[in-house]
């Protein structure tokens, strides 16, 4: 992905090869050349600190890009390495698995509010101050380092003159934030989809960066406060009020609704089980007494005379036993007058009257 590493430097190799060149040089000065070899002497204790002068260390967070004559090589990871000493070599050694963080409409240093960052325009036209934070890291450090020409974010002065996280990542997420919101009623970055917002920012921000080829990874997209301008926070705050007391209101129909259905369902079950029990009682009366009927019929049929008899001396049987029976001797003629009793408890009969009293009034 970075190119060929090139092979470690063998500073042992490098004295040989001084000290053979150094011998021919001395070879070929007349008598030795005292001033000579002062002067040469000299040249290679200079060579030799600016040899020196390459061996540089890498963390195990970090990532060295080299540079040969301003033109890159390739990439050396952790442990001690040396390379070509300036102005023929330049070694960059930085952290890429350190976790940088971006501030977007305000500056927590000093809590101080960027307006000119913060303030943009939803989707309904409504006007919404946002504050956000970006967490990002290095994902490839040769096009972080040599893809982008940033100009730097004299706010972020850690993030380094030509780096890509400087005015670069916050233009970037700028744009990828307004775009967001503008596609959005002011509902969503406020409470409803505050979650669906961060999500399509953080998707949108890693294209433009991917597309510039700026070597940066975004880890994450916070929304911190999201609040209208000062102006109308006071009607923003009578909305967002009333809304929450139609919720709540909402959620007690609910509730009674929860509470009186499995209620009222129970209620019609209990009905709808009697009226079924009711009904399965009838009907099994209703056929055993068809059943007993077609059986007398069936006996009837055979025998018209005896059923008949049967019938009425069973009617008899049911009948006798509920009344109050009389038996009044025929001899006693026409005089037996019954009259009915002043206590309800049935007809009484009178003594029978005298003969010669009726024979009496009619003489007379």
Do not use: C
């Amino acid at each position: 992905m970075y190119g060929d590493r090139r092979p470690e430097f063998d500073p042992d190799q490098l004295v040989k090869n001084l000290q053979r060149s150094w011998d021919g040089i001395r070879a070929r000065l007349p008598g030795g050349g005292g001033v000579g070899i002062l002067f040469f002497g000299g040249l290679a204790i200079v060579l030799a600190i600016w040899a020196a002068s390459g061996f540089y260390q890498v963390g195990p967070s970090e990532q060295a890009a080299l540079r040969l004559f301003g033109k890159f090589q390739n990439l050396e990871e952790q442990g001690l390495h040396w390379f070509f000493p300036g102005p023929i070599g330049r070694v960059d050694v930085v952290s890429v698995r350190e976790t940088k963080r971006m501030e977007l409409g305000f500056r927590s240093v000093g809590n101080l509010a960027v307006p000119v960052e913060s303030e943009m325009i939803t989707g309904d036209l409504n006007i919404v101050d946002v504050n956000l934070v970006v967490q990002y890291r290095i994902s490839n450090l040769e096009n972080f380092l040599f893809n982008v020409a940033d100009p730097g974010d004299p706010d972020r002065p850690e993030t380094g003159d030509g780096a890509p996280d400087g005015r670069t990542l916050k233009d970037a997420t700028e744009a990828a934030l307004r775009q967001v919101i503008g596609q959005r009623s002011i509902d969503d970055p406020l409470r409803v989809a505050k979650t669906e917002v961060q999500d399509s920012t953080k998707t949108l921000l890693q294209g433009i960066l991917d597309d510039y080829g700026a070597g940066i990874e975004i880890l994450s997209i916070q929304l911190q406060t999201v609040e209208p301008p000062s102006s109308v926070r006071d009607a923003f705050d009578d909305v967002n009020r009333a809304r929450v007391d139609r919720e709540t209101r909402i959620n007690q129909a609910l509730a009674y609704e929860q509470d009186q259905v499995p209620r009222a369902l129970g209620s019609a079950q209990q009905v709808i089980q009697a009226a079924t029990a009711f009904k399965n009682a009838r009907v099994a009366r209703a056929e055993g007494e068809a059943s007993e009927f077609l059986s007398v019929l069936a006996e009837y049929e055979k025998s018209k005379k005896v059923t008949r008899q049967r019938l009425y001396l069973e009617a008899m049987e049911e009948i006798l036993p509920g009344i109050t029976i009389y038996v009044i001797d025929p001899d006693a003629g026409s005089g037996v007058l019954p009259f009915l009793s002043l206590t309800g408890e049935g007809v009484t009969l009178g003594a029978p009257a005298p003969a010669d009293a009726g024979t009496e009034e009619g003489g007379q």
